[in-house]
């Protein structure tokens, strides 16, 4: 198996993984958002810690040479754009966990499909990246399908925006900070984020759960929902195309989408339909270029393959 395939089946289990987590969300639903952020960074944070203590000392070391060395940016703005990330991802799992707790999980769903888009957004605005009219005209369909839901649905929509805003900080970071190893980075942040939220701690007067149904789904989503898909999305990145990657992140909203219609049975009125139609369409012509290329790529290597047989 090459290094690429490798690649496409981290990318697609990752995403798959992250789709199913609203379940296991679903059966802390009865402990405070908070509380279950704080556990769950906790856990992440200690696992990564220990990883990164094992497997990458010595990269640890050389990333932080890197950084004092680096003339293009300055220890301070590097160190400032860490914490900012930190507070990206801490604050998407934040709103993530309560929209899906407390309002529903189709909103969180909804907000990984329009993350990509906001992403290219803000890469286009802040980084100067380009943006072809095609790719504009997407993102007017995206709009118009965001306006939809708020006419009815204002509240989901707004928290949406927030998990979606939120990760989209997170990642147009990660492209700005270069020349450090990702799993390192990572440690950091939760690091910082496990600074953030250690006050929350002590706001619950049972701020320890003794119900061990609770200990055994938060180990789970530290391990297998949150640390596993983290690991698998970074050899990902490493293995991939940032276009292939990028496409990979829709199978995460879904996933998500299946679940809440089939598990949770949550329902769906004919406005929504509408503009997740909309949005679906939005994203097919954003990433068009994208797909046609993998299509007729894929056509010729299956042409060739049945020459060779013939």
Known sequence: ???KS???IAALSANVIWGFVSIAFRFLQKYPTDLILFYRIVIACFITCLSISIFKRKQLKQDLKNVKLNRDMPKMKFW???ILSAIGITLNWFAFIYVVNNINIKSA???YMICPLITALGGFVLLKEELSKLKFFALGLAAISI???ASGFLGSVIWSGLIALFYATFVLIQRILKNFDRLN???FQLLIGLILVSPL???HPQNIPTDLSFWLVIVLVGILFTLIPLLLSLYAVGHLPSSTV???LYVNPIVAFTVAFFYFHEPIVFKQIVAYSLLILAVIIFNWKIISKSYFKLGDKLKKEIDIAS
Do not use: D, Q
Request: aromatic content about 16%; overall charge positive; proline content about 0%.
């Open 201 to 203: 701690f002590f706001f």
């Open 147 to 149: 306006i939809l839901l």
């Open 80 to 82: 400032l754009l860490l």
């Open 1 to 3: 198996m090459t290094n």
């Open 246 to 248: 990028g496409i990979m």
């Open 109 to 111: 769903a909804f907000a």
């Open 185 to 187: 980075m990572l440690g």
């Open 6 to 8: 490798k690649g496409l």
